[in-house]
């Protein structure tokens, strides 16, 4: 059992040991933490690749500036901060690496993919931790639309009003919440449709 040790002050560590690292973040000062890598659903992953679609490629999920509001979660006093860059490079790497992994990525597809991230947010509460991703999909081929869709998705953690605990449960929350979104794109029948070959 680790033991902090500050000006006779002694925090005792009984949580998992990345969530180490936060506590040191938040006795330190406000550092950025980063969010945790993607994790797929292959689940759903193997239920749309049985759906049988056709080849497709990414466009450039937006918003790209970092001061977009999207781009930003504030965990209390830390920040989290994509590994990609932005959250919407986070959710166009998390699309591209659940597309690869049935095999139908294609950069040069003629159907595409476009994200359009409307809201990204963790929210650390008091007992009861919440996220929430809206996220606009629209679906082309060869320049006509064929679907235009938002998807939302929320999820719920357990926190605690101890930012030593409710941070790295909020951090180890943002993969869940979009591995939920892109559960939910993957599983309506018109997204299905629009990329079907």
């Known amino acids: 059992m680790a033991i902090f040790r500050s000006r006779g002050f002694r925090l005792r560590a009984w949580l998992a040991p990345g969530a180490l690292l936060a ?106 931790g919440t996220g929430r991703m809206d996220v606009e999909v629209t679906v082309t081929r060869e320049g006509t639309q064929r679907l235009r869709k938002t998807y939302r998705a929320e999820t719920a953690f357990d926190s605690s009003y101890a930012s030593i605990v409710a941070v790295p449960a909020g951090q180890a929350a943002y993969p869940r919440l979009v591995r939920a979104l892109l559960r939910q794109v993957y599983a309506d029948p018109q997204f299905v449709a629009a990329i079907g070959r």
């Open 23 to 128: 506590a040191l973040v938040l006795t330190t000062g406000c550092a950025p933490l980063l969010a945790p890598p993607y994790a797929a659903d292959y689940e759903t992953l193997d239920r749309l690749e049985a759906t049988r679609p056709g080849p497709v490629a990414l466009t450039k999920a937006q918003p790209t500036e970092a001061e977009d509001k999207v781009n930003t979660v504030h965990l209390r006093s830390a920040r989290l901060l994509s590994p990609s860059g932005s959250f919407a490079q986070y959710l166009q790497d998390a699309l591209m690496r659940d597309l690869s992994e049935i095999s139908v990525y294609d950069p040069k597809a003629p159907t595409r993919i476009a994200a359009r991230i409307l809201v990204n947010e963790i929210d650390l509460g008091v007992i009861n």
